[in-house]
């Protein structure tokens, strides 16, 4: 049974960090590309970051106020996000990509359960 735990979401202030983490079981972690998408109330899931499966090759929607990075050794994504914005506010998940677009969350196999971020102003 895949599982995939997201982990380190919370309240923070504008301009603050938070690193996101998600264990991951069940599945030959190290052959699949991680994914981190967010959905806030009434909007759809928006795709944020990719790793490759060595974690060789990043690519994000957007900024540069985000790091993704994996350990294969740990079956654990990670997603370091700084400069947070209040329009960061969303529940954050992760997910391993199965083929197809990057970008698109029907390319995704399994998900996590997901993380709450919520910045203030």
């Known amino acids: 049974q895949v599982q995939l735990v997201e982990s380190g979401g919370g309240l923070v202030q504008a301009g603050g960090s938070l690193r996101l983490s998600c264990a991951a079981s069940g599945l ?42 994996r350990d294969n050794a740990k079956n654990t994504v990670y997603l370091q996000m700084n400069s947070l914005k209040p329009e960061d506010t969303a529940v954050y998940y992760c997910a391993a990509h199965d083929s197809g677009s990057y970008r698109q969350h029907q390319s995704y196999d399994y998900w996590g359960q997901g993380t709450q971020v919520a910045v203030s102003s």
């Open 28 to 69: 030959t972690f190290k052959n699949y590309a991680m994914g981190w998408f967010r959905q806030a109330p009434g909007k759809e899931r928006e795709f944020v970051a990719v790793i490759s499966e060595s974690g060789g090759s990043t690519y994000y929607a957007d900024s540069s106020r985000f790091t993704i990075s």
